[in-house]
């Protein structure tokens, strides 16, 4: 049986250096190993399943300071991404609670509306406050061996709470916020559907019908697809900008497609969507906005051969 904190300490050896290990990491998992196995022995399920969270959590703690001390770039990207969620969050939450018809049971539960629509705002401002920090974080110095198994860890650990949760974490908040912003357990529509059962719905009906709105069920589908995996790309279109020697062009396009990346997803109503479906599939208007993003890295990428 593997001992906890075994599988964070393999990960950590990949992203820092043996000293880094030794002073910071191996204390934090040989403090975990004694106070869980202490607790075992005494027959304290709980406090065992504590130990392993709060050690989980000063790990992390730890291995930030590990990867970032003495690099004020990285602490800067931090503080830059950081402050980026915050108004981001808001407006995503915002742009919900607005097109939302306020209800007698909302005027008392607002508290609890808005923590429900944290796991839908961070399908968005998460991957974009990462690439954005990924891009301050390496911009002008290079992609070295141990930066580069780092971005990589951190893409897929991004793609992994991306798929998350916009699969399962996303609807379950979802169909909480209906029922009670409604007072009472209602049908569930497309936002509210896991990753599977909206699969199914689409491939087992018909896409192109919508379930309780005027979009069909092929976009919703789609779309959902595509925020998955937009943590990928967007770090991409970052790694791509931050590679640039053209250092100012670079910096514009890649806040301006992160700008409209958000945009699309938080400031275009349902009904602008329709009327583009007059040219476009609802499949392929679902994938816009990672098609803009590759566009952009692309772009970014052609430039810099080119100068």
């Not at 699969?167 to 169909?175: Q, V």
């Not at 069909?216 to 790694?239: D, E, G, H």
């Not at 250092?247 to 409209?260: C, S």
Request: with cysteine; net charge positive; aromatic share 8%.
């Amino acid at each position: 049986m593997t001992r906890p904190g075994a599988r964070l300490r393999s990960l950590a050896s990949r992203l820092l250096d043996p000293s880094s290990m030794e002073r910071l990491i191996d204390p934090v998992i040989a403090d975990l190993q004694c106070e869980h196995a202490e607790a075992v022995r005494h027959g304290r399920p709980w406090r065992a399943r504590w130990v392993r969270v709060a050690s989980f959590i000063a790990f992390c703690k730890v291995a930030a300071v590990a990867l970032f001390a003495g690099n004020r770039r990285g602490a800067r990207a931090i503080a830059v991404a950081l402050s980026a969620a915050a108004p981001l969050t808001a407006l995503a939450i915002c742009a919900v609670l607005a097109s939302t018809a306020a209800t007698i049971h909302s005027r008392g539960n607002m508290v609890w509306l808005v923590l429900y629509l944290v796991p839908q705002a961070l399908t968005i401002t998460l991957p974009v406050c990462l690439a954005l920090g990924l891009f301050v974080w390496i911009r002008g110095d290079g992609v070295d061996r141990s930066a580069r198994r780092t971005v990589l860890w951190l893409m897929r650990l991004a793609l992994l709470l991306a798929v998350a949760n916009t699969g399962w974490i996303t609807p379950a908040a979802n169909t909480a916020f209906r029922n009670v912003n409604a007072g009472a357990a209602l049908p569930r529509g497309p936002n509210e559907l896991t990753f599977i059962e909206l699969g199914r719905r689409v491939y087992q009906g018909s896409p192109e019908t919508g379930l309780d709105g005027p979009l069909p069920m092929a976009f919703w589908f789609n779309a959902r697809l595509s925020l998955a995996i937009a943590p990928v790309l967007l770090c991409v279109l970052a790694l791509a900008g931050a590679a640039s020697r053209r250092r100012r062009p670079a910096a514009v396009v890649v806040v301006t497609t992160l700008a409209a990346f958000v945009a699309c997803y938080v400031l275009i109503p349902d009904y602008d969507i329709v009327a583009l479906m007059r040219w476009l599939p609802a499949t392929a208007i679902a994938w816009l906005p990672n098609g803009l993003v590759m566009v952009a890295a692309l772009s970014v990428a052609t430039n810099q051969r080119s100068g």
